[in-house]
Structure formats: structure tokens, C-alpha cells
């Protein structure tokens, strides 16, 4: 079974900040790297599909970069709403998700 | 508008069974595989199980193989999930999810969740 591992698994930002999300799958996985959003209580949101393709409706502050093995999210510019839980999801072998990034307010 | 809308959770006793659907409208469901994610209390996403679309190729996470069957009526567009032997762990919300169709595997739909409480 394929492992991700997402680092950190939690950090602290402040609004305008640059944040950055890593995922390392334990095997390669080409780009088949996905990424969520998830605010408390709510369902995922699809952000980033085939590791660098924004979904339709998604701001533009979002980005994916990767492929093979290492897998970055970027926000550009932490907007107040960015503030929530962030999984990667590689769907190249079964299913898999990471364990999570907390993004909190600073 | 494409919904997905779970239903069927609720609070049952370790080891017994509790069958969870997942009504479909807005999208030709008989065209999409569908899966079943799973998150306890306070904890991460788990994939939990997906089918094909025409219900022929099934397949499940080790955690729950030979307790868990997924299963679909894609004439009434409804996905369900049987859960038998249900233990403590299996306590959390269960979504489903449709995954997209282009060929990259991503679920670019969910439902809203619904919560399976494992207790005696």
C-alpha cells in the first residue's frame, strides 16, 4: 500500500502570509496527487487535481506542484477563509490520503 | 445541481450491522465510480471502499474487508454501504463521494456526511 506523509501537520499563519504544504508518497505515483480542503464539520473540497490542476471555482492563490514522489500546496496569500484542514490524496494505486495540515491563525 | 445525500447512520452495538446510502441526483450516476470515505472523531480522511460504475468491481480497505460490502442501483441512483461486525473503530462520519471520470481518480463531489456511532 502506497503511504502519504504530509508535513507539517499543523503550522500558524497570519493572514497574507505564503503557506506551504508538503505530501510524500512512499512510492512514486506520477502526478496522481490530489488536494482537500476541509473546514470543521464540513466535507472536503477538492482544491487541486492531477497535482497541479486547479479545480473550476478554486482561487487562483491556490497551486500544486510535484510529481513522482514529493507534492507541494501553496497559498500565496493566506485569505481568512484558508484557515482549515488540508489532505493530499494520491489516487494512483487504490486510494490513499495523507494525515493532515491544520493551518491555524497566528 | 449535482447532490450527493447519505443517510442511514445512527447508533448501533459492537457487532452489529447498519446499512448507509447515498441518494445521487444531478449527474448521470451509472456513468461515475463512487466511493465511501470515513472520518472518526477529531481524525484524518480514510478511504473506506469504491465501485465501478456498472457495480461489477468492488473494492475495500483492509480495515473493513469482509465486514463492509459496497453496493449501487443505479436505477434508482443510490450507492450503499452494508456494515457488519461493526466495531468501536468504526465509529465516524461516513461520506460519499463521487470521483471525476476524466482519469486522474479525484472526488470532485461529496456528500454532506452522515455519523455512525459504534456503542454499547
Known amino acids: 500500500d502506497i503511504q502519504m506523509t504530509q508535513s507539517p501537520s499543523s503550522l500558524s499563519a497570519s493572514v497574507g502570509d505564503r503557506v506551504t504544504i508538503t505530501c510524500r508518497a512512499s512510492?512514486?505515483?506520477?502526478?496522481?496527487l490530489n488536494w482537500y480542503q476541509q473546514k470543521p464539520g464540513k466535507a472536503p473540497k477538492l482544491l487541486i487535481y492531477a497535482a497541479s490542476s486547479l479545480q473550476s471555482g478554486v482561487p487562483s492563490r491556490f497551486s500544486g506542484s510535484g510529481s513522482g514522489t514529493d507534492f507541494t500546496l501553496t497559498i500565496s496569500s493566506l485569505q481568512p477563509e484558508d484557515f482549515a484542514t488540508y489532505y493530499c490524496?494520491?489516487?494512483?494505486?487504490?486510494?490513499?490520503f495523507g494525515h493532515g495540515t491544520k493551518v491555524e491563525i497566528k | 445541481e449535482v447532490q450527493l445525500v447519505e443517510s442511514g447512520g445512527g447508533l448501533v452495538q459492537p457487532g452489529g450491522s447498519l446499512r448507509l446510502s447515498c441518494a445521487a441526483s444531478g449527474f448521470t450516476f451509472s456513468s461515475y465510480w463512487m466511493h465511501w470515505v470515513r472520518q472518526a472523531p477529531g481524525k484524518g480522511l480514510v478511504w473506506v471502499s469504491r465501485?465501478?460504475?456498472?457495480?461489477?468491481?468492488?473494492s475495500n480497505a483492509d480495515s473493513v474487508k469482509g465486514r463492509f460490502t459496497i453496493s449501487r442501483d443505479n436505477a434508482k441512483n443510490t450507492l450503499h454501504l452494508q456494515m457488519n461486525s461493526l466495531r468501536a473503530e468504526d465509529t465516524a462520519v461516513y461520506y460519499c463521494?463521487?470521483?471525476?471520470?476524466?482519469?486522474?481518480?479525484?472526488?470532485?463531489?461529496w456528500g454532506q456526511g452522515t455519523l455512525v456511532t459504534v456503542s454499547s
Open positions: 512510492q512514486s505515483i506520477s502526478s496522481y
Open positions: 465501485i465501478n460504475s456498472d457495480g461489477s468491481s468492488t
Open positions: 490524496q494520491q489516487s494512483y494505486s487504490s486510494r490513499t
Open positions: 463521494a463521487r470521483e471525476d471520470i476524466s482519469g486522474w481518480y479525484y472526488f470532485d463531489q
